[in-house]
């Protein structure tokens, strides 16, 4: 009997092995944590014999056959002891077992590895021992709302966000089902939602109930994938005609017919394993019937019974003989009787019979079975085999399927797909989870992943890279750009983590090192269009496809060597590859095909694994035994078996997917390799072992050294200069690799324009902000940088250099010039000064040529010319059409003779041989190309407002490519200095080191390279060979060589033809000296004396041989007056009417030219008058004030170095005017400004970039010690203010420097844009530029109602409407005109060509007229006329009509003049028009910017740019001021005091004060000097005329009671007055008047009514009589002419000059000069100033204050001057005012008879004391003892009697608030005069002039009595301020020292009248009284200390 015994096996050990695996197992369960443990039972007897492995055969063996348990025969205590023994086996199995185990399907496997069952996860209750079952559950589950699950058994398991997102991600689409209404991916928590339409492909069925798409092979193949299980029931009758494979007899289609007898029931009757003879062979124990309807074992053949329903197991021959007793077999074999062939001999399982041999050999089933047994390696054994893994994989149950160990616990395998929008992640396991891991993307293509970063590859057009990003997507920075045009595929070596991947456009297989530094290309010999990649590191081996002209399958050495084609046959559209290493199998997916097929490595064994089930498959990649393909045709993820095929199913779905990859641990396994141990310098790749196991490699542009491990370099790398900002960039340029910033600086300038130095390697760099040029020397320390040129500087545009003379050329946007600078000698010379409205703003040189292109920008056109490198000659034009009207930048191709010029107005980037000069297109369609470089082979490019550089080959065959430069804070540059950039800026400046195509031996025969070329100044190139000479400005040639030059202050004579300078000594001394004898010409026969030169006054006619004068009259009388006749010539268009101005040249034909125009080579006259030649070489001498230019042309003295070229030749900004540097006693800020030294260290950000508060220690703020406490704002400007927080952003300014409003936000530059919320500024250019900027989005609304709004985004034809200069193809597309009728189809449909082109443009026979006036071009529709410039096409649209400029935007800026075809202006007679022929300059140059800033009024002056404080009001708010000119005086008010103040602006005191009620604005009439002033506060009613040397007010004008006064301005040429009435209608509605008057207050007129409106500032244009107004409601400027027209009165149409700009934010204050109007706001830093005429282009002025209130501009020409002042005359003994008819007298607010006496208490004056100079020195230090003796007591009778209030109250602690108030702020006002006014009636004072009997002064009695009033004072203070009694013979008035915020000290002095009391002013006084540079004020010396103190 045999004993039934259960053991356990491998409890405590693990074993592998196919013996082990696959028994039984029995599972112990109790309270205990699921342990591992697998139990094995041994062969166990049953009663009959057979054996019964089975677990449930051995629990019933032991319960005895039944469900309950048998009480055991053993003693208890040895079950106790087992099970002991068991428990603890199974803790030591837990606690010890391995953690890389992997557990079974159903199990769940902890993080330490132990197995729990799959229930049991996720139950509330911790199973694992780390409780890691119980964490992550939403996960596991698949939970919402952070995961979706899709619907089919074990479907994909989705991130939330892929949920309603507009894409079907469950394979049945589920995730798209009941989605909002609103837009797919925004859900709602509200709302309807809805059943989205599905619509299935041909390649998909349809669910009948969801409607839900399954693939089409999924219907009928046992599984029901439809919810409803409609695939397996109508879709069996659809699968039955359409199936393609086998039909089971169940309605199953089997998609193969090789499933068919292949072991496996794949039809689930078992008809597809019916019959199979191979499955039947009495070699495997079988036996087939006849009829093939059974197998039978072989035990069951020839036993006596019939089996087979037709008998034949049974036959005769079973019982013949010989049998098997008679059989001889082979030792092992069998004999078998059957029923043909009778006794057969037959080997055991895994052996057969050997041929002829009568043996038993063993099956090698590892070799003829292949992969079809085991999932890696098989090892065959006799009688069978043995199934094995490769290191991190396990055996499974079955012991054929190896499965990857989980090394980092529940490591996933993971699955990574591209859609080209998203890198997607799929973690594979019992439920797969899907989400994004990269999204946003362009076009994504292939993907890797080597554990630790993700690699992608992005083939979008103009932005092809190779892309690394972390694991999870952040952090993603481009690789490699430059050198890719389609690289599709990509993969990682992970051994050495070199990058390979395939380049579909560039035909080559490449590799990069890990950083992407070192690219090397591998393979392009038969490569045509490489797509899949795959590799093996181990064997040092790579696999790609090849889909091109010779589809195939390579193999090649990791190297690129040995490249083989392995599959070549049978093959058309290779997509995916992957590589089985453990099984050595290549496996690729064929989309022509629709298959799966694999092969060995070798090209042997290939087979194909699926087909017919594949529509379009793409990325390819294996894992364990499962194949993952992408298909194109189903847009899904599909999986199979890789060996059978089988196991098709969907893992999920998404957009078109491309590449596939598969990441675990266990498929990059890390094993020694040949780089590991390598010394090559720059990059090991790994190669077959039969080559080495490794090669060196080396990049672009070097090769491998001798020693086959380092590399040298054959080609320099170029570098490519950046410069954003203040930052210099240096990029290594490579055609294929990563670029690199190699090295960055932090520079002191702003990098605007710069250009490298190829002889010397330095950067020649334009800061167009400090207007300067260096050199920077970048070195690997700190960078040198030297100053080049820093003086008459405006906007430099662009930078040349030539390297053959070495000289610097630049062109300068604002002066209007192109100018050079010689290395060899530091001269700088003029080359050419462009007159008119031309600016140069590109340029580039060609040296070898010797001649450079220049573009020029004007008003109308832009062009590009051609130059000599000397400036000499004519210029000639080269391009004049088709170019925009922005920014032009250049950059030369001197190998190829290529010039590239880009435009950003075109958005294009042009090119041209400049030889040859034919413009075409290099690349179109830009955003805003700007700077360009070469560098190598390729052009770089920057747009504006972009932080990316572009590049494209030169040769515009490959694509375009981007670097971005992303701004990073904090980060530090390569010479230690830390670099802040918070954003790029708007412009990159772009050079390249780049060196030229001339040989050096070419450059050294130059001839500027030896000694000059003679020069003695400056050598320009004419050529490779030849060399002119140029003088520096100022400068002229010294004799007829030109290679001398001096001064030409000495040059006394000039030769006529040459040019030469002579001394006087050579002229007429009978030698000749000049070429051209002219020094002997018109000399005296007998002395040799030179006939003596007329100068002719400004009221004759110059006779034009220069030896007479006529009067004007005379000319053109018919009376031949000049000896040369020439009063008589060109009279046919004199005008004897015209007479010119002083300043004027009178041409022959009558017409006025200004003398600056003169000689500049351009006819004004239109006769040539005045570029006469005789004029020009012999000019007369220019008139007294004027200066004469070099060629003869006379301007304004105080235009020469002003900084502005007003001379054609440049020679009034000559090197004599020197740079322009601060005064020393001035602050020099770091921008370059000067500033006044009382506003530096005062806390206040003045200079603009904190360079007066550095340094300034703790004395800047120890002087105030008070603290305003938490619940009060306190100004730093004045600490002594404390005001409530509410001032705080509330848009008014309340402190000295409206710091009160700094940084609120809501005042944006006028180059900013203001978004709608959230206080945010933006660029002006980022408006419109389809990104959002703004955090409310606002910049991004009505964009479609902005002009021009392609400028500033990326052209799209399909969204616009074609450009005037373009042809409109009618389908979305646009192309030039000049491409239009060119034989050529350029429009894709045609429409360009037709047949009217040949025709259009041919006049009618017979002479007839020719079809367009002026231009025509031929178009497919006919003839399309244009005109000329000045002209427009007529109604009849081929004639040309004059247009008439003139009334067309007033492109002059003062007087315009029509002409055919264009205009001409003219200015007044106080201006002169400046070279660019529209603008108008004033004679009285130097005019400073004066503007109010609470109690200053600072002076801003330029050249140099200078902040000075003009003076000074203490305290007091000053509210109104005004200046005159004539008299140099200044005026301004002061509301709260009462007081009107004169200044002296040039001693810079103040002189008089007159009191006026509450005076606001003031304003002056220059004519007679009085000042007019508004009274009465904010609610002004009255306006008051002051005269100063009359010392009265009086009242002129008052309006009604429903109105108050705003603002006024006074015409004192013309005598009005206007001012701006404001009513108010309720409802917060006010209405503006305009009105005007005469200037004593008469005829009052009505000018304008204008409702809903606010008017702010009035100023005035007396010259064109115009008066402009300020409107805050409507954020308008507008003017209106007061010009009276004869019998119509004046014309009162009022115009819009700007409206709703960022220059009218909230307008206070208004100026008008030189026809611009200069505008402050209210809580701005800047003031804006805006042109009036042509385009109203406006700039900003940095005032650095936000509480600018009143700007004047400070200018004689704005105050003309009449020709006569009736005042003068008068015999007023009060004011004089003009009125309609001469003038008037007043006395106060009457009006006198002349010579009438005023009453007593006429005068307002209050009286202002004389300067301490005056004083005795000895009487001033007494009074200055008196004064601090007198402030001691007042200060200690203060504190001891509030200290003896404090004891009488009872205080313990002492905590007093002092409040200070200024005393000063209150008198003078108006309740002191009334105050006075009282005391002095009761006092029985003849008003304030009375006199007392008492000694004591009347003023201080009352004076001091009012304050005591006021402020409270005790008596104690009352009676220390009450003056002392003077000596009876001193006029010296008495002291009264009054609290003030200032420490000053006050005087007051009678002057032998008696005045009331005056506020004291601090004003500064200077040692330099006189008027500096034209601006106000001298220079400040001294302290405080030194300040004038004037009561």
């Known amino acids: 009997m045999c004993v039934v015994k259960e053991t356990t096996e491998g409890t405590c050990s693990q074993h592998q092995g196919s013996e082990i695996y696959g028994r039984g197992r029995t599972m112990l369960t109790s309270d205990w944590p699921m342990l591992n443990l697998t139990s094995h039972t041994t062969t166990v007897c049953n009663g009959n014999g057979s054996t019964d492995n089975s677990s449930d055969n051995v629990r019933r063996k032991r319960y005895g056959g039944h469900g309950l348990p048998q009480v055991s025969r053993r003693p208890l205590w040895w079950c106790r002891l087992a099970v002991l023994l068991l428990i603890f086996c199974a803790l030591a ?117 969801d409607r839900s798409c399954i693939p089409i092979e999924f219907q009928c193949d046992g599984k029901s994938d439809c919810a409803d299980s409609s695939d397996e029931l109508d879709g069996c009758k659809e699968s039955q005609a359409s199936c393609k494979g086998h039909l089971c007899p169940n309605g199953r289609c089997l998609q193969r017919k090789q499933w068919l007898c292949d072991g496996v029931d794949d039809c689930g009757d078992g008809s597809d394993e019916h019959g199979c003879v191979d499955l039947c062979q009495p070699e495997m124990g079988k036996f087939m019937c006849r009829n093939k309807e059974h197998c039978l074992e072989l035990a069951k053949v020839c036993d006596g019974h019939s089996d087979c329903s037709d008998g034949s197991d049974e036959y005769e021959t079973c019982n013949s003989k010989p049998d098997c007793s008679a059989k001889s077999c082979p030792a092992g074999a069998t004999c078998h009787m059957m029923p043909t062939d009778g006794a057969q001999c037959y080997c055991p399982a895994g052996f057969r019979l050997a041929k002829f041999q009568n043996k038993c050999e063993d099956i090698d089933e590892c070799q003829e079975r292949e992969s079809e047994l085991c999932s890696q390696s098989c090892e065959n054994t006799s009688g069978g085999y043995r199934c094995s893994c490769d290191p991190g994989y396990l055996l499974a149950k079955d012991n054929r399927t190896c499965r990857a160990t989980n090394t980092h616990g529940s490591e996933h395998p993971l699955l990574l797909y591209t859609t080209q929008m998203n890198v997607m992640g799929m973690h594979l396991g019992s439920r797969n989870h899907v989400y994004q891991v990269a999204g946003n993307l362009s076009k994504v293509i292939g993907v890797a992943y080597d554990g630790s970063h993700i690699y992608w590859t992005n083939i979008q057009n103009e932005a092809e890279s190779i892309v690394k990003a972390n694991a999870d997507g952040t952090h993603a920075e481009i690789l490699l750009t430059s050198g890719l045009d389609a690289p599709e595929d990509l993969a990682v070596d992970w051994l050495t983590q070199n990058i390979y991947f395939s380049d579909n456009v560039m035909r080559h297989i490449a590799v990069c090192s890990h950083d992407a530094l070192n690219c090397v290309v591998l393979v392009t010999e038969d490569v045509h269009q490489p797509r899949g990649l795959a590799l093996w590191p181990q064997r040092g081996q790579m696999f790609w496809t090849d889909w091109g002209v010779k589809p195939m399958i390579v193999r090649a050495s990791m190297d690129g060597k040995r490249s083989t084609p392995i599959v070549s046959e049978n093959i058309h559209w290779p997509n995916g590859i992957a590589l089985d290493m453990h099984q050595q199998r290549i496996y690729w997916v064929d989309a022509k095909l629709g298959s799966v097929q694999t092969v060995r490595p070798d090209g042997t064994g290939r087979r194909t694994v699926l087909d017919g089930m594949l529509k379009h498959p793409y990325g390819l990649a294996v894992y364990e035994d499962q194949l993952y393909w992408s298909d194109w045709g189903t847009k899904s993820i599909h999986a199979c078996h890789k060996y059978s095929g089988k196991q098709h199913r969907v893992l999920a779905k998404d957009r078109t997917i491309y590449a596939v990859h598969i990441y675990h641990s266990a498929k990059q396994p890390q094993t020694p390799n040949a780089c590991a141990t390598s010394k090559c310098s720059h990059l090991c790749l790994l190669a077959e072992p039969e080559v080495g196991g490794r090669s060196c490699a080396c990049p672009d542009g070097m090769r491998l050294a001798p020693d086959q491990q380092r ?164 210029p000639t034009h080269v391009f004049e059409e088709e170019l925009g009207d922005d920014d032009i930048k250049m950059a030369t191709d001197h190998d190829q003779h290529t010039l590239y010029w880009s435009d950003s107005d075109m958005g294009m980037i042009s090119y041209t041989d400049y030889r040859q000069t034919q413009s075409m297109t290099f690349r179109s369609k830009l955003r805003r190309p700007y700077s360009l470089a070469l560098v190598h082979q390729d052009l770089f490019w920057s747009e504006l407002g972009s932080s990316s550089i572009y590049w494209a080959h030169k040769s515009n065959m490959g694509p375009r490519k981007r670097i971005d430069v992303v701004p990073t804070r904090g980060s530090g540059d390569t010479n230690g200095h830390s670099m802040f950039m918070e954003a790029a800026p708007w412009r990159l400046a772009l050079a390249s080191s780049a060196p030229p195509s001339t040989d050096r031996e070419e450059q050294q025969q130059h001839p500027c390279q030896h000694q000059n070329g003679g020069c003695s100044h400056i050598c320009v190139g004419v050529g490779q060979l030849a060399a002119t000479c140029l003088c520096p400005v100022g400068f002229v040639y010294r004799d007829a060589s030109n290679r001398s030059c001096l001064e030409a202050l000495d040059c006394e004579f000039r030769c006529r033809s040459s040019g030469e300078c002579l001394t006087l000594a050579h002229r007429c001394n009978g030698r000749q000296d000049c070429v051209d004898r002219s020094d002997e010409q018109d000399c005296d026969e007998e002395g040799h004396k030179h006939k003596p030169k007329v100068m002719c006054g400004p009221r004759q006619f110059a006779c034009h041989n220069a030896e007479a004068c006529v009067d004007k009259d005379k000319r053109c009388d018919g009376h031949k007056d000049c000896p040369d006749n020439s009063d008589e010539q060109h009279c046919l268009q004199f005008d004897k009417t015209r007479s010119c101005h002083v300043h004027q040249l009178a041409c022959d034909n009558g017409k006025c030219v200004d003398q600056s125009l003169m000689c500049d080579g351009k006819n004004d006259c239109g006769d040539n008058t005045d570029e006469d030649k005789a004029k020009c070489d012999s000019p007369a001498n220019c008139d007294q004030g004027m200066f004469q230019c070099s060629n003869g042309a006379c301007i304004a003295a105080s235009w020469e170095c002003d900084g502005r070229i007003d001379c054609s030749d440049a020679s009034d900004e000559h090197d004599k005017c020197g740079h322009r540097r601060c005064p020393p006693d001035m602050h020099r800020c770091l921008l370059g400004q000067c500033l006044d030294r009382r506003l530096v260290c005062d806390g206040h950000n003045d200079c603009g970039d904190l360079s007066d508060e550095l340094n300034c220690g703790s004395e800047a703020h120890a002087k105030a010690n008070i603290s305003c406490g938490s619940l009060l704002y306190q100004c730093t400007s004045n600490l002594k203010l404390c005001l409530d927080p509410a001032v705080r952003c509330n848009g008014t300014a309340e402190c000295p420097r409206g710091e009160d409003e700094a940084d609120c936000g809501d005042m944006c530059s006028i180059n900013e844009f203001q978004c709608r919320t959230g206080k945010q500024c933006i660029r002006k250019e980022f408006h419109c530029d389809r990104a959002r900027d703004c955090l409310d989005g606002s910049d991004e609304e009505a964009c479609d109602k902005i002009q021009n709004q392609t400028l500033s985004k990326p052209w799209t034809t399909a969204s616009r409407a074609c450009r005037p200069h373009l042809f409109d193809c ?60 000045g002209y427009r096409l007529d109604t009849d649209q081929r004639s040309c009509v004059d247009v008439n400029e003139c009334l067309d935007g007033q492109p002059c800026a003062q007087i315009c003049e029509n002409t055919l075809g264009g205009y001409q202006c003219q200015c007044h007679a106080d201006f002169m028009l400046r070279q660019d022929r529209v603008s108008c300059k004033s004679l009285q140059a130097g005019a400073t910017l004066l503007f109010s800033s609470y109690n200053e009024v600072r002076n801003l002056s330029e050249q140099p740019m200078m902040l000075q404080v003009a003076w000074s009001a203490n305290d007091s708010r000053i509210d109104g001021f005004d200046v005159d000119m004539e008299r140099q005086m200044g005026y301004f008010s002061s509301e709260e005091q009462g007081v009107v103040y004169q200044v002296d602006m040039r001693r810079r005191f103040i002189v008089r004060a007159l009191a006026v009620p509450s005076p606001t604005k003031v304003a002056v009439d220059w004519a007679t000097g009085n000042v007019y002033v508004l009274a009465g506060g904010s609610a002004s009613q009255e306006i008051y005329a002051c005269s100063f040397p009359a010392r009265m007010c009086g009242r002129i004008l008052q309006v009604k009671t429903h109105m108050h006064l705003r603002h006024l301005a006074i015409d004192g040429y013309h005598g009005r007055l206007f001012y701006i009435a404001m009513r108010l209608e309720g409802f917060g509605h006010a209405s503006a008047e305009l009105h005007v008057a005469r200037l004593d207050g008469s005829h009052k007129e009505l000018m304008l009514h204008k409702k809903d409106s606010y008017m702010t500032a009035l100023a005035l244009d007396p010259h064109q009589q115009q008066l402009y107004y300020l409107d805050m409601h409507s954020r308008t400027l507008e003017r209106i002419s007061y010009r009276t027209r004869s019998g119509t009165g004046p014309h009162r149409r009022p115009e819009m000059m700007l409206q709703k700009s960022n220059a009218l934010k909230q307008p206070s204050g208004l100026s008008i000069y030189e026809n611009h109007a200069y505008i402050v706001n209210l809580g701005s830093k800047e003031a804006v100033r805006c042109r009036l005429y042509g385009e109203r282009i406006c700039k900003s ?13 400070a200018g004689r020409s704005r105050q003309p001057m009449p020709e006569s002042n009736p005042c003068h005359h008068s015999q007023c003994h009060g004011m004089c005012i003009l009125a309609d008819y001469g003038y008037e007298c007043m006395c106060g607010n009457q009006v006198v008879a002349e010579g009438e006496q005023c009453p007593h208490g006429s005068m307002n004056e209050l009286e202002v004391g004389a300067s301490r100079q005056e004083r005795p020195q000895s009487t001033f230090h007494w009074w200055l003892m008196a004064l601090l003796v007198l402030v001691m007591g007042s200060l200690a009778a203060g504190l001891g009697y509030m200290y003896y209030q404090w004891r009488q109250r009872g205080h313990t602690d002492l905590n007093i608030n002092l409040h200070f108030q200024n005393p000063l702020a209150t008198i003078g006002s108006k309740a002191f005069l009334d105050h006075e006014r009282n005391e002095a009636i009761v006092n029985g004072m003849d008003g304030m002039a009375s006199s007392h009997s008492s000694n004591e002064t009347g003023t201080t009695s009352a004076s001091s009595s009012f304050a005591a009033q006021q402020f409270g004072m005790p008596n104690v203070l009352q009676r220390l301020l009450r003056p002392k009694q003077a000596s009876s013979g001193s006029h010296m008035a008495t002291d009264m020292l009054l609290e003030n915020s200032r420490a000053s000290e006050l005087y007051t002095l009678d002057n032998g009248r008696k005045a009331g009391g005056v506020p004291v002013i601090l004003v500064a006084d200077n040692d330099d009284d006189t008027l500096t540079n034209g601006h106000f004020g001298g220079d400040y010396t001294g302290d405080d200390a030194n300040a004038r103190l004037v009561p």
């Not at 199973?127 to 709302?145: H, V």
């Not at 002025?1741 to 501009?1753: F, P, R």
Request: include cysteine; hydrophobic fraction near 35%; proline fraction near 4%.
């Open 711 to 874: 590399c040298m370099q054959t080609v320099k790398r170029q570098r490519l200069f950046v410069g954003v900002g203040q930052f210099l960039l240096e990029i290594e340029h490579t055609a294929f690799g990563r670029h690199v910033v190699s090295a960055s600086h932090a520079l002191d300038i702003v990098i605007s324009e710069m250009v490298y130095n190829s002889v010397n390697g330095t950067l020649i760099i334009a800061d167009n902000e400090r207007r300067m040029i260096a050199e920077y020397q970048p070195g690997l320390g700190q960078g040198r940088l030297r100053t080049l040129i820093h003086s008459n500087l405006g906007n430099v545009s662009a930078l040349a250099f030539d390297h053959l003379s070495q000289n610097l050329y630049w062109s300068d946007a604002e002066r209007r010039v192109v100018e050079l600078y010689s290395f060899h000698t530091r001269h700088r010379a003029l080359i050419r000064f462009f007159a008119g409205q031309e600016s140069p703003i590109g340029l580039s040189v060609m040296p070898a040529e010797g001649y450079l292109y220049v573009a020029l920008k004007a008003r109308r056109h832009t062009h590009i010319d051609r130059l000599p490198l000397s400036g000499k000659g004519s």
């Open 1370 to 1429: 009618q389908d979305g597309e646009c192309v030039d005109m000049s491409r239009v009728c060119n034989s050529f189809p350029d429009c894709q449909n045609g429409s360009d060509e037709g047949p009217q082109c040949a025709t259009a443009c041919r006049a009618s026979a017979g002479g007839g007229r020719p079809v367009c006036q002026h231009k025509c071009r031929a178009t497919p529709a006919g003839a399309v006329c244009s005109c000329f410039d």
């Open 1741 to 1753: 002025i940095n005032l650095n204050v936000l509480n600018a209130q009143d700007i004047v501009v």
């Open 93 to 209: 199995a837990a606690a010890s077992g391995p953690a890389n185990t992997r557990c079974d399907e159903d199990q769940f496997q902890c993080r330490d590895g132990s197995c729990i069952l799959q229930a049991k996860m996720c139950d509330a209750r911790s199973d694992c021992t780390d409780a890691t079952d119980e964490l992550d559950c939403d996960y596991k589950l698949c939970r919402e709302p952070h995961w979706f699950p899709c619907a089919q058994p074990h479907g994909a398991c989705l991130a939330a966000e892929l949920k309603c997102n507009g894409i079907d991600n469950c394979p049945n689409g589920e995730d798209e089902i009941n989605c909002p209404s609103g837009i797919l991916g925004m859900s709602s928590r509200f709302g309807s939602f809805r059943k989205l339409p599905r619509n299935c492909s041909a390649s998909e069925y349809m669910c009948q109930r």
